[in-house]
């Protein structure tokens, strides 16, 4: 860290990009000399990504939900409500009650865009306040799916199963045009698969449960809502190729780490610097198990109309999990359908 020490920022980078170490020890490096440039930079401001508050509350609101459908009467219920004031009111009225801070971001936005560039730029980070819409259809999306989980765990009868997938279904869908209001496209793209692997779901329901159709026609509709997972990786990839329609050349100007349990497994998210139309772009890439390369230069993809939304040639992390999680559910719904085949 002799280089960084002495106010080479550059060099020490390239310096342990080429180093023959570890990429654990080159993650534990760039973190540390990611602390190291913040700190020399007076007008560098301090950048959580997401206030703690609302997180806390949000994750222990997820477990007072998924216990209580461990408890019955009252005590469930109590469990269930305040577990949906805690997932979904506290931060909404945490995000509502900082809206007066929008300006102060435009300045923290604007004084960081000075660490990469001269010029003004455009970011898509760090975090920022939710749109009102945003907020909306945040908390009736959980609302949805919470009474879907709900109906489904304390009821019985074909009628409430069926009634319990509709919700799911519209739950997904509402998380969908949530983050399509918030400019999450990778977001939209996974609730939306989840969004359609639901609504075949329910239609393999309705079709074995109510209409007593033709197996083969309700497992058609099976097969069809697993592949929506199974083959989540290659509707990613044709959805933003189709998307990002137009190309510019970005280099990567900085690569942020972050560490896992014990310091194993680092994830890495790459700063992407781009020209489109007359204007400089500052992007926060996906997050990846594998290190950009710093200084890279390549050709993306991106959006005409939201040069935000880039394709690098990469899927999220969260693909290979969507993908096993439709092997399992076919398999889990071919075992259901053998009888009645």
């Known amino acids: 860290m002799d280089l960084a020490s002495q106010g080479r920022f550059e060099e020490a980078r390239k310096y342990i990009q080429e180093a023959d170490i570890t990429a654990n020890q080159k993650a534990r490096y760039n973190m540390s000399l990611w602390r190291m440039e913040n700190n020399s930079m007076k007008y560098t401001p301090a950048q959580p990504d997401i206030p703690k508050l609302p997180v806390v509350s949000m994750i222990l609101g997820f477990v007072l939900i998924i216990a209580g459908f461990f408890l019955s009467g009252s005590a469930q ?111 939209a793209l996974m609730w939306g698969t989840m969004a359609v692997s639901a609504l075949f779901l329910t239609a393999t329901a309705v079709n074995a449960m109510l209409l007593e159709g033709k197996a083969a026609l309700t497992a058609a509709f099976a097969i069809a809502g697993s592949a929506a997972l199974l083959l989540y990786p290659l509707w990613f990839v044709l959805i933003k190729k189709a998307v990002c329609s137009d190309t510019a050349e970005a280099e990567c100007v900085d690569v942020q780490t972050t560490l896992g349990y014990k310091d194993y497994h680092p994830r890495y998210r790459a700063i992407w610097m781009y020209e489109y139309n007359g204007t400089t772009y500052l992007h926060r890439d996906m997050t990846s198990y594998k290190s950009p390369v710093y200084n890279e230069r390549k050709t993306i993809r991106l959006s005409p109309r939201y040069p935000h939304n880039i394709y690098t040639g990469k899927l999220p992390v969260s693909a290979f999990f969507i993908s096993a999680a439709g092997f399992f559910f076919l398999a889990f719904l071919l075992l259901f359908l053998k009888p009645l085949m």
């Not at 949906?84 to 971001?105: D, R, S, Y």
């Not at 435009?106 to 980070?125: C, S």
């Open 77 to 187: 219920s109590f469990i269930i409500i305040t577990g949906l004031i805690m997932a979904a009111a506290v931060p909404a009225f945490f995000v509502l009650k900082e809206k007066k801070h929008n300006g102060t971001e435009t300045v923290t936005r604007t004084e960081l865009a000075k660490k990469y560039t001269d010029a003004e730029a455009d970011m898509n980070f760090p975090w920022q306040v939710p749109r009102p819409a945003v907020i909306i259809t945040t908390i009736l999306g959980i609302g949805l799916l919470t009474a879907a989980a709900f109906i489904y765990g304390n009821s019985s009868g074909d009628i409430n199963v069926i009634t319990a997938l509709i919700l799911l279904t519209a739950g997904f869908a509402v998380m969908t045009l949530s983050r399509i209001q918030s400019d999450s496209f990778n977001g």
